[in-house]
């Protein structure tokens, strides 16, 4: 056994965390400043956030991640990094040339207390920001939150470093995707496209970390919202937030500050939530649902109706990041399954009611834990197990132990392709997920069905 | 069907230094100018490399921290020891099974806490107040779920600055238990420069905390510790299939497929062997001063240096029994390896390789390429220090500069009861006058050929720089280089984590890496990078069909 050491009888525990269902702040605002084209990443702490950070990533995309450093040292800890990021910004528009620098702090610099705010300023009266060139700044802590509320105060630094309003609306809604794959990314762009909603997607890693092999490296590939794109998200008709965790802080902030209304909606994740997606994406932009969009539901809707009596009761265990899950517990209701356990390391009560309501129909006691972990989650596995695991890679070690199916889905997949290319998101993408879980669930049959009952036809 | 790439002809070396500074701020270049070496190494003269130095703010490094020099190198391979990281769940989570450290735990009640990630998760208020009260709670709920052998705590940043006392924390709480060894790492992040301050940090405590803690007798003979191995793709497991064959017992290997116990019986060894000489010299030397246990570098990279290597330990023991069966051992291995090596070399003869990592590798490797024929363009490391270019006779002349002087030195000395020379010293002198080199490594640079280039820390900027100029058939680094390299068309071989890929040590380990290597550099995946249109891209009047 991997996990042999996880007992089935569950302590109470408060001091240690026992594998994570979160990583740190920092990765978040990394992956979200990936996002705007033209855009280096920027850490500002100790050399080996950045590497940590790049090497996830790099590992989840199979994509070359490029992000700098401030390579603090002992000196720097002591005092204080403006010194190591005032270098790092004249160093890195002089050699790598981007448009943006997106610095995020880690839990170094944040500790020690540097203000971003100041050190921009100061480079800005040292010319050490070329003309037309920008720096933004995401306070990042990593003893705050988790990866998702990196990524949340990223996008929101996004929109309050460059959306301006000048009274002139541009005729387009705002709609930020949160933490979903570069495929997903895309697979809203055409979505929208569909319906006919003209729309500015911030962040938006497609093209960025799905991008061809051609033989030539681009450091800052073809992909990613643009600075001008941004700056008229101040304009816009309305914002559609996709998630709570990951996209309402930067809406609120539109609302707040650039007066663009917005709307909170959950990740368009299975048919209930891409319906609400598309139904807010019509009425905002002022539009009908075409027929193509139609389509498209339909078949998902027959896919779910052909193949419902695989699905029924099958009992799952989740872990991963509160928006994506909620969207995810709410499809597996939707498809008569029963989402048994659910665990996520980012803090918030709210997510367990969001889920507890999601779930209150549902024919069994669901688990859920906001801050919890997988080996909490492995533990209520040992109780009563499962049909089937929805989560991360980690979790092929519960799967492998207990010989329970695992979809991946989440962050990070460091042992499968694939995500970058295919989205999960809208209609198609539930296609995907319906598709891969009956295959895992056939598959099991087809493996573990006796001679006698083992069948041709599913 | 490999692509046909244009090679960089009438490049001087001298040039190409200069097109590799010429973009950077005047600063910046007079720094990397003292780290990018052409090598003019002609007889005994080497030049002089800067290295173990500040990596520049915003210039995109390979190199990591401290604390992943420590928790994630040295001590992630040890798979009974619980290692709990204190700090936000960043560091934990990061360095949670991605070096690919194999372990073998099969023996019944074996443990195994590799597939665990421990942290104390710390939250702001830890950071205001203080995290020394989660982090002894944290270590009795580790100890009540599991009851180990051993416990290590590894600071991140903010416990440096918070001020959290972590070894009296440890200290404390293996009182309270008295069958739990605890003990703590202060490798906050920002110490030193790299890595590399991380190794030294983490054989410091291993040494103070572990090594002798048992003295029962181990049985075999001709009884060595491996250091410096950390089994990455399950390089060590061929090392002991080797070493078993040849009848020579490894008591302890620091620390690939190692456990507690090894380290605590590494002092009942008579030999050790130094293969990351960057990584793990520190522990080599604090072994021979406090025991008496000389130490050799060996490389078992390389089926002639794994036979060499080999040779060297036969002659150590100055045994005929071992030195009969090394030599039967090595001859009934070579003949698979050059088999295979020789038909290689028909495909990958005279194309070239460059090799950016670690503190070892980037020398080691060189020699397996040579095997198959290929040459080494260029190569550095990311964390070393001169004496790993230029060898140790230098060491006397390193600067110790600030970054350096606060990674603790702990003073060794002569163990009272249980110093044992594992030599006569005129029995030393004989081995050595016969050629025999005890703490000797002469460093990468008098391995490479003249022109050549070295680079210390190289960049993320002079990496494509390099492929573009030189278009090398291979390139070497870690994870994070790999796609920026392959987004160029050359093909990218991680030197850190193999990979999906290994063993690459010892005989079985040289075949896989010449094989590798074939399909590497020999691949088609690399001509399908343009379309079939794109080479005539204008449409002309007349379709096919008309």
Redesign the interface.
Known sequence: M????T?KEI?E????????A??????GAMYAALGIHGCLP?SH?????C??????L??HY????????????????VFGGQA??L??????F???EPDVIAVHT???SE??GDDLNQIRDKAQKEGKIPEGKHVIGANT????G?HVTGFSNMVKAMAAAFATRTGHKNGKVNVIPGWVEPSDMEEIKRLAAMVGVPIILFPDTSGVLN?P???????FPDGGVTVPELISSGDSLGTLALGEWCSADAARWLDANCKVPCMILDMPFGLKATDRFIDALRTVGGVSVPEEVMKERGQMVDFISDMHQYFYHKKVALAGDPDQLIAMVEFLVTLDMIPAYVVT?TPGKAFERRIKELTKDVPYECQVKAKGDM?LLHQWIKNDPVDLLIGNT?LK?IARDEDIPLLRWGFPI?DRVGHQYFPTAGYKGGLRLLEKMLDLFLSRRDRDDPEQTFELVY | MAATKKKLVNWEPANVKEELLK???PK?ARKRAKQIMINEAEGSETPEVMANV???????????????GCKGVILGPTRDIVN?TH????????????RRNQTDASAEGA???M??????????E??IFGGEK??A??I???Y???HPKSIAIFA???V???GDDIHAVAKKAKEEFGDCNVFAFSC???????QSAGHHIANNQIFKHVVGENDADKPGEYKINLLGEYNIGGDGFEIDRILKKCGITGLATFSGNSTYDQFASAHKADLNCVMCHRSINYVADMLETKFGIPWIKVNFIGAKSTAKSLRKIAQYFDDKKLMERVEAVIAEEMPEVDAVAADVKTRAEGKTAMLFVGGSRAHHYQELFAEIGMKTLAAGYEFAHRDDYEGRHVIPDIKVD??SK?IEEIEVEADPERYNPRKPVEEMKKLEEAGFQFKHYDGMIPDMDKGTFIIDDLN??EA?KLVELFKPDIFCA???E????????IPMKQLHSYDSGGPYAGFQGAINFYKEIDRLVNSKVWSY??APWQDNPELSATYVWE
């Open positions: 991997l996990l042999r050491h007992p302590t525990r408060s001091a240690l965390t026992i594998n994570p979160k990583t740190c702040q920092p990765i920027h702490g100790s050399q080996g956030c590497a940590y950070h790049r090497s996830a790099t590992r199979k994509e070359p991640i490029a992000a700098a450093t401030s390579s603090f040292t002992e000196g720097a800890s190591n990021l270098q790092a910004i004249q160093n890195i002089t050699v790598y880690t839990c170094l500790t020690i802590p990593s003893y705050v988790s991008a092999l051609t033989g030539e490296y681009k450091m390391g080996f980690y070690y460091l | 973009k950077y701020p910046v500040r990596t520049i703010p915003g210039i995109i490094t390979m190199r990591g921290c401290t604390y992943a709990i700090g936000p769940i960043g560091c934990g989570f990061y360095s949670w099974l991605t443990e195994n806490y597939p665990y990630c421990f942290s104390t998760d710390m939250q702001d830890d950071i989660k982090l709670k944290a009795r709920e580790a009540e779920l599991f991140t940043c903010p440096g600055l918070i906050e992040g920002y110490k030193g420069v790299s600030a970054d606060n993320q900027y494509d870690g994870i994070k790999k796609f920026s390299i392959q987004k160029l068309g990078m343009k």
